[in-house]
């Protein structure tokens, strides 16, 4: 069993400041693999274990489609997003459900407002379908459906299903899952090192797996499907062809085509300065440009406002940009 990531195995990543005073500074742990799976970068504590939350759904849809499942384009996109809620999301959703002979009724994620600002107000109510990780759901009552496997158990940690995800988190990691708990969709979720995280996404990214193959070129070519148009996630995937899940408490991966992959977590839990993070650290093992991580990162960050207009910024720390 290692540990758990904490006070002495963090840096800081990034720091906001507000009218020339820094306000605000985020703490946190990363690693960048190379394309080989070495590590390039490590700031923190790498092997410290973390919940990978909503970054695990790349395992999650792999072994779906492991399972025997067919999927492709949205609907495969949709069974690893951290959807928004949106009637295009929505309408995916039940394909999913349809295929499965199954209705809404038979998700056990809770209800939830979308997350899409414009759909949320035209909601009458929460309901489980427009919770973010219905998609997510939805393959996992396919796989069971057609697996024969029971459907009112699905997540329980000994259900087939979920110890096809796990020996799946395992071989991409390439490291045993070090603790299992309750993901907020009730799934169970596996703890990992930061540096397993890394790796096992480098290998999603250079899709070095048929499953792999066939996620990786769904996500890019339907990247509305993973989050929502305008959304962090989205916009990183639509700039610069990179695969990037966030996930809850200030995690998030990002991945490029060669297999050079980062992980991320902030010890509070923030996710405002996750993705600026983990775009600077890809641009200093040069993965992709410093001009456009400055871009994206602009695109996907947080403005600092005061009365409506801008008296500041977020920043990442010298650390990160390896001065």
């Known amino acids: 069993m290692s540990h758990p990531l904490g006070p002495t195995g963090v840096v800081e990543l990034a720091i906001l400041s507000r009218s020339g ?16 799976g070495t590590v390039a970068r490590s700031l923190g504590d790498g092997d410290a274990l973390v919940y990978g939350r909503s970054s695990l759904k790349f395992f999650q849809a792999i ?34 459900l349809a295929q499965a002979g199954l209705d809404e009724d038979a998700l056990q994620c809770p209800l939830d407002w979308p997350l899409d600002s414009a759909s949320r107000f035209a909601a009458s109510a929460p309901t489980r379908i427009t919770m973010n990780c219905s998609g997510k759901h939805a393959a996992f009552l396919l796989a069971c459906v057609e ?62 797996d048929a499953s792999a193959v066939l996620l990786a070129a769904a996500v890019l070519a339907e990247p509305w499907a993973i989050d929502g148009d305008g959304r962090a996630n989205t916009v990183v995937i639509e700039e610069l062809g990179l695969l990037a899940k966030g996930g809850a408490e200030g995690v998030i991966v990002m991945g490029a085509a060669d297999g050079t992959a980062v992980a991320l977590k902030m010890l509070d839990g923030s996710a405002r300065a996750t993705s600026l993070v983990a775009l600077q650290l890809l641009a200093s093992v040069g993965a992709i440009s410093g001009e ?32």
């Not at 492709?72 to 394909?95: D, E, N, P, Y």
């Not at 456009?292 to 990160?320: C, F, N, Y």
Request: aromatic letters at 2%; a negative charge.
């Open 63 to 96: 072994a779906v489609l492991r399972s025997g499942v067919s999927l492709a384009g949205a609907q495969l996109v949709l069974a690893t997003a951290s959807h928004s809620g949106t009637a295009a999301h929505v309408h995916i959703v039940r394909s999913l």
């Open 147 to 208: 697996n024969g496997w029971p459907s009112a158990s699905y997540l329980d940690p000994e259900h087939p299903l979920q110890q096809l995800i796990r020996n799946t988190v395992e071989e991409f990691t390439g490291e045993p899952v070090g603790h299992v708990g309750v993901d907020g969709c009730g799934a169970p979720v596996f703890a990992t090192t930061l540096r397993g995280l890394a790796i096992a996404v480098g290998r999603v990214s250079a899709a070095r």
């Open 21 to 36: 005073l820094d306000e605000s500074r985020h703490l946190g742990a990363a690693v960048v693999v190379s394309p080989d």
């Open 292 to 323: 456009d991580a400055d871009r994206v990162g602009a695109l996907t960050t947080e403005k600092v406002l005061g009365g409506g207009l801008p008296v500041g910024e977020i920043r990442v720390s010298d650390l990160v940009l390896g001065r």
